[in-house]
């Protein structure tokens, strides 16, 4: 069975300040790709990025990095410079090869203070 | 570009009323579909994936029924809402490239609150 953990349920930060999101993961199937979604006060979620499971490099976007290490099943994801806009909730989410289902995480609640 | 549209976007409904919500999809061809609900303050909960005209699988056992009738369109439906239906629906479509998972990818949800 698949399953996503984001054990963090809010985070408040200061502006500029670094913020990291974890992410573990549960599967035994040897290809899955894990996804990160953001979902503003709007609500439609915003896709931000997908990695396979046999990419372990490292990705970095401006402010936003993301460090997948399978030795300890995580996928977490760290904003650097926080600015009020990445105020949402972050969803962290799995999908197995040949299976149909994305399996989210119960998100977590960032909040930014100016 | 593939755009994905939803609605309403908004919903009030009284118990035992009828429900339809609509889906489409433009620019891609036989994507796999996908209707989400997201009670308040939790995650996502799959309800139904479609990955064809007429096939759904349901994931949830519910008062909600989905219908594919056309490639692009999926419908989400009840014939009596309860209070428990209450909560935001997402609709997502993902490239069905056989091989690989892609992303999926969201329409902006339907808050219906049924009193």
Excluded: M
Aim: proline share 4%; aromatic share 14%; hydrophobic share 35%.
């Amino acid at each position: 069975a698949q399953k996503v953990t984001q054990a963090q349920t809010e985070i408040s930060v200061v502006e500029k300040e670094d913020v990291t999101l974890d992410c573990v993961y549960e599967t035994r199937d040897t290809t899955y790709y894990l996804f990160w979604y953001k979902q503003p006060p709007s609500g439609e979620l915003v896709f931000l990025i997908r990695r396979n499971s046999f990419d372990e490099q490292n990705e970095i976007s401006g402010r936003y990095s993301w460090n997948f290490q399978k030795s300890t099943s995580s996928f977490n994801f760290t904003i650097t410079a926080s600015q009020v806009v990445d105020s949402a909730v972050y969803f962290c989410a799995l999908s197995v090869s040949g299976a149909n289902n994305l399996f989210f995480g119960t998100g977590t609640r960032l909040t930014v203070i100016p | 570009s593939q755009t994905i549209h939803q609605w309403p976007a908004t919903l009030v409904q009284p118990v035992g009323s009828p429900l339809s919500l609509e889906c489409t999809v433009e620019g891609t061809s036989n994507p796999n579909l996908y209707w989400y609900r997201q009670a308040a303050g939790r995650g996502l909960q799959l309800l139904f994936y479609s990955v064809g005209i007429g096939q759904i699988s349901s994931e949830v056992p519910q008062n909600l029924s989905a219908s594919r009738p056309q490639d692009r369109q999926f419908i989400l439906s009840s014939k009596k809402l309860l209070l428990s239906d209450s909560g935001f629906y997402l609709c997502a479509w993902r490239a069905n490239w056989e091989g690989t998972n892609t992303e999926a990818f969201f329409g902006q949800g339907t808050r219906l609150t049924v009193v």
